[in-house]
Structure formats: C-alpha cells, structure tokens
C-alpha cells in the first residue's frame, strides 16, 4: 500500500495550490484520509482530515476557509485546495491513512509561499 502526494511548488502569497493524494492499487473510500504539515524547525500538525463517509471534515484553525479537503471521483485520490495561500503555510506536506498495521504516509511534497 502506498500513498503519493503531488501538487506542491513555487507561489507567492495569496495564490492557490491543489495538492494530491493518490493511492497505489487500493481505494481511498475506506479510510479517513488526513494531510499534516512540518515547517522547517517546527513539530509536524493536521491540517486537515475526511472521515470515510464525507460527513466529517477537520480543519486546522489557522487554515480554516482557506483550505478545502475533498475526496474525488477516481475514489482513489483525495485533494486539498489550497487558497490564499500565506508564508505560514510553507511546510512539506503528508497525507497520512490509519490501517490496522499502522498508519500510512507518503513521502510529502514540498509547498512554498515567498514572494
């Protein structure tokens, strides 16, 4: 089981990115599916979260209305639309799915915000 994350790169403040999360020969359907962040010198955070059944959506405070997590037709991929994008927002960025062997991540990609 693997999960790659896409969509990352070079934006100035207050543009948009839609980062992907893509599963490797499984469905994303059954899982919750979050995405977290690390800044440089800083403790990783959620960002974001999809519970299985689309009902329940978690967003970060700091993120909030800003940051749109969906999950998409091909049920193997989930997205995270980012707007209005902030210098605090440059981290690398995860999705991550619970399993009962243990949580799953990708390898990140990288998001920057500079003018």
């Known amino acids: 089981l693997r999960l790659v994350e896409s969509g990352g790169g070079l934006v100035q403040p207050g543009q948009s990115l839609t980062l992907s999360c893509t599963a490797s020969?499984?469905?994303?359907?059954?899982?919750?599916v979050g995405w977290f962040r690390q800044a440089p010198g800083k403790e990783p955070e959620g960002v974001s979260c999809i519970n299985s059944n689309e009902l329940t959506t978690y967003y970060l405070d700091s993120v909030k209305g800003r940051f749109t997590i969906s999950r998409g037709n091909a049920k193997n991929t989930v997205y995270l639309q980012m707007d209005s994008l902030k210098p605090d927002d440059t981290a690398v960025y995860y999705c991550?799915?619970?399993?009962?062997?243990?949580?799953?991540w990708g390898q990140g990609t990288q998001v920057t915000v500079s003018s």
């Open positions: 991550n799915i619970p399993t009962t062997a243990g949580p799953i």
């Open positions: 020969e499984f469905s994303l359907d059954l899982f919750a």
